[in-house]
């Protein structure tokens, strides 16, 4: 029963546009929320995080929004750059310990 | 500055056969984690340590072992491999409550 989802396994993006990419929740409980990039044949690395009390963090290029309501989390990217071509993977705990819960993932490629 | 490291980074087993991941971090981190990754399933949790001397089960934990043999160490043994554990497997560390984790590069098994 994965409670993290990422419905689009890949996301084509040109080059300077936003990429956008989304993440739903089941758990209530969850108050903590992470995007993670992952290159091939590397480990992923952590990209930004937002906690519950706020809906919206910005980080250079990279913003991810939270709506609480709807259990649903946004990454924004703009511009695009070929070198944001990856994997990204939404992630999700609940409490200051809580183990993190992964989605699947969304291949992002972003051409020129 | 290692970060994470796991050793080895590929390995190729019969049924079976056992073999143990090994997995280290430099970065004092308290809890340390082994997740993995398979196809269209993201990262799934094997087993975690919270703290040094504790090790608890995660979401996928059938088939596995673990020892937190130190701070720095945290290994996990397949006793009896079967062709379902072929995966990517990723350890990683976190120094403290409500941050995200630090990725090993992974060790891509397959058992034939």
Known sequence: DQQVKQNSPSLSVQEGRISILNCDYTNSMFDYFLWYKKYPAEGPTFLISISSIKDKNEDGRFTVFLNKSAKHLSLHIVPSQPGDSAVYFCAASGGSWGKLQFGAGTQVVVTP | ?112
């Open chain 2, 1 to 112: 500055n290692a970060g994470v490291t796991q050793t080895p980074k590929f390995q190729v087993l019969k049924t079976g056969q056992s073999m143990t991941l090994q997995c280290a971090q430099d970065m004092n981190h308290n809890s340390m984690y082994w997740y993995r990754q398979d196809p269209g399933m993201g990262l799934r949790l094997i087993y975690y340590s919270a703290s040094e001397g504790t090790t608890d089960k995660g979401e996928v934990p059938n088939g596995y072992n673990v020892s937190r043999l130190n701070k720095r160490e945290f290994s996990l043994r397949l006793e009896s491999a079967a062709p379902s554990q072929t995966s990517v497997y990723f350890c990683a560390s976190r120094p403290y409550a409500n941050y995200g984790y630090t990725f090993g590069s992974g060790t891509r098994l397959t058992v034939v």
